[in-house]
């Protein structure tokens, strides 16, 4: 039996009473499902919010490790430069770790002077935590040569100053040229 309602479309006339939706062929009306949205909304809200918490903490950790790697880029820097030292590295590594947006607890800056005259900055902390509980380290290292000031100039022009150009050049260079400064690969006089 085919359902007329259904089939001629709605009765428009003016005095027509609005039919509720039935299925087809059984007569038993739909229940209405009132609250179902407010039941959903109850457990899919907490599981958003931990989400946008789990990016936010990310994005946290990831500003803290970025601000340690800076502070000890800043540190070594400072370190190096002529009469800087380990203790003007530590007070600026310091300085950039205390300094406004900051987001790293616990701060430690160890400057160290290692063999061969290298500067070692290290920075390691922890990111601040949304979630209770929950430490994220952030650390950084820094190592670079220590700068120092030579007298003796070498008195060449420009255009003498590359590898094997002139001989005598060359040579006045590797005498004044520092043994503790590591040389590039391959370098050398090149022969003639």
Do not use: C
């Not at 490790?65 to 590594?93: F, H, I, K, N, T």
């Not at 290292?141 to 094997?164: C, K």
Request: hydrophobic residues 45%.
């Amino acid at each position: 039996m085919v359902d007329v309602d259904r089939v001629a479309g709605p009765d428009t006339s003016v005095g027509a009473r609005i039919q509720p939706f039935r299925l087809a062929g059984t007569g038993a009306r739909v229940k209405r499902e009132y609250g179902s949205v407010t039941v959903e909304a109850v457990l899919v809200i907490p599981v958003i919010m931990v989400v946008l918490l789990a990016v936010v903490q990310f994005a946290l950790w990831a500003h803290a490790a970025q601000l340690a790697q800076m502070a000890a880029s800043e540190g070594d820097r400072v370190a190096r430069s002529l009469g800087g030292g380990s203790a003007a590295g530590m007070v600026q590594a310091n300085s950039v770790l205390s300094g406004p947006g900051s987001d790293v607890a616990d701060p430690v800056v160890v400057v160290d002077i290692m063999p061969g005259d290298l500067i070692r900055v290290s920075v390691t902390g922890r990111a601040t935590s949304v979630f209770p509980g929950l430490s994220l380290p952030v650390s950084a290292v820094q190592v670079g040569p220590i700068q120092e000031f030579r007298g003796e100039a070498l008195e060449f022009g420009n255009s003498e100053a590359h590898r094997g150009s002139n001989p005598s050049v060359v040579a006045r260079f590797e005498a004044l040229w520092s043994t503790r400064v590591p040389r590039p690969e391959g370098y050398g006089v090149i022969p003639r």
